[in-house]
């Protein structure tokens, strides 16, 4: 896992820089950003670099969704939940809930709108990280027992709360 860390690090990045100049400010991030350096120094820095960098809406839509789903497929190999007797592997769930959410969108039940893009980026990045990038590590419960391992999983998945966009 540790020689993924860049590769997960450069992932959130990318789609951290895409959230801020790209997007809505009224994201969770960006509302953090502005309180942190004032909404005249972000509209600036927005701004400039809007200016200087253009990129197609797929990469602004889609990309950091798909690199979202990448960076969970690749926290959550080989680690299961258990309720009961049913067996539960965590490298499912990202795809299930991108999917789902993109769903949800499509029958109006959550804010958003549904793209099949979406879906397809989400795709992609999951079939990725869970056949291309190998990792091998040892089948263990995703929080019994809690260590470094459960706790990156765990931060990763709560980073898509970021892109949350405030009313």
Not at 129 to 155: G, T
Request: glycine share 2%; net charge positive; hydrophobic share 55%.
């Amino acid at each position: 896992m540790k020689k993924h860390y860049i590769l997960l690090l450069l992932s959130l990045l990318i789609g951290l820089f895409i959230y801020l100049f790209f997007r809505t400010e009224k994201t969770v991030i960006n509302e953090l950003v502005i309180n942190i350096i004032s909404l005249e120094n972000y509209l600036n820095i927005k701004k400039w670099i809007l200016a200087h960098i253009v990129l197609n809406n797929h990469i602004i839509y889609s990309l950091p969704e798909g690199l979202w789903v990448f960076c969970i497929s690749v926290t959550s190999k080989n680690l299961f939940i258990r309720v009961r007797d049913l067996t539960i592997q965590c490298i499912y769930i990202p795809l299930v809930f991108a999917i789902g959410l993109e769903l949800f969108q499509l029958v109006h039940i959550t804010k958003g709108r549904f793209d099949i893009w979406d879906i397809l980026f989400s795709l992609l990045f999951w079939l990725v990280a869970n056949y291309l990038l190998k990792y091998s590590s040892e089948k263990q419960h995703i929080i019994k027992p809690f260590n470094q391992r459960s706790m990156i999983c765990i931060l990763s998945y709560a980073i898509v709360y970021l892109a949350h966009v405030w009313e």
